[in-house]
């Protein structure tokens, strides 16, 4: 894989000899590494700890817990909440805060076919 990326090795030889890879790929995967990490620390931090929440493909769409990415699209065409097709970002629970789940909503397929 890291040849299909990068055409050689290099930046497995510069890791192996505890050197830091100078490329835009290498900076932005130590940024969500530690970024991941961070946020890691924070949910345990709390007493009692913050729990995570996925959102499942096909499920309504809530706003109690869940943000739409796509603004506009929380009804289908019958006024009724659309589904989620994909979860972009996970939701936390903190006590009793909620911090919302940011989510993809798929088409109906009744609004596809009056776009076709």
């Known amino acids: 894989m890291e040849t299909s990326f990068f055409g050689n090795f290099e930046h497995r030889n510069q890791i192996t000899e505890g050197k830091h890879p100078n490329s835009q790929f290498y900076q932005s995967f130590l940024r969500l590494a530690k970024t991941v990490w961070l946020v890691h620390r ?27 990415v796509v603004l506009g699209m929380e009804l289908d065409e019958n006024h009724l909440p659309a589904k989620v097709g994909f979860s972009v ?6 006590n009793a805060v909620v911090i919302k789940s940011q989510v993809y909503l798929e088409a109906s397929e009744a609004s596809m076919d009056l776009a076709v």
């Open 42 to 68: 924070l949910a345990f931090a709390f007493s009692p700890t913050a729990s995570i929440f996925q959102v499942r493909r096909g499920t309504r769409f809530s706003s109690a817990c869940m943000e739409s």
């Open 89 to 94: 970002m996970p939701g936390f629970r903190v």
